[in-house]
C-alpha cells in the first residue's frame, strides 16, 4: 500500500523530531510536563509512579527521546518495524497512561500514531508472508 509507506514515512520522521526535541527543554520540557502530570495524579492510582517520573524527568527525557528516536529511524529506513512498532505501542500506552488527566488531548494525538502504528505493522506482516509464500512456490 502506497499511502502506509508515505505515512511511515511522515510519523518515522515526526518521531525522530519529537526524540531529539526531548534533549531541548525549549522545544519541549519533559520536566515540566512531568510535574503536571503528578499534579493531576494526585488521588489517583497512578499518584506514586508519577510523582518518580517527575522526579527523574532528566533520565525520562533521555529514555523517551532514544525510544522515540530509533522508533523513527526503525519507520524510516524500513527495519525492525516489528520491535519498533511494539515498542511504540507500549510507549503511547505509558504516555496516555500519564498524560491523560493534566493532558486530555494526548488520548486524540496518540491514537492517531497508534493507527498509524498498526497499518505500520499490518502492512510489515503482510509483505512477510506474501514473501514467504512466494519463495515456497
Known sequence: MKIVKILRYLFGALYVMAGVAKAFPQIEDVGVTLQKAAAANQGTWLAGLSEWLAAHA?????????????????????????????GQCVMLAGFVTILHRAFPQIVFV??????????????????????YAMSHY
Open 58 to 86: 532528566q533520565l525520562m527525557a533521555w529514555v523517551s527521546g532514544v525510544a522515540l528516536l530509533a522508533s523513527g529511524l526503525c519507520y524510516l529506513f524500513n527495519r525492525m518495524l516489528v520491535p519498533a512498532v511494539i
Open 110 to 131: 496518540d491514537l492517531v500514531f497508534l493507527i498509524v502504528a498498526l497499518l505500520v505493522l499490518w502492512e510489515s506482516v503482510s509483505q512477510k508472508k506474501s514473501l
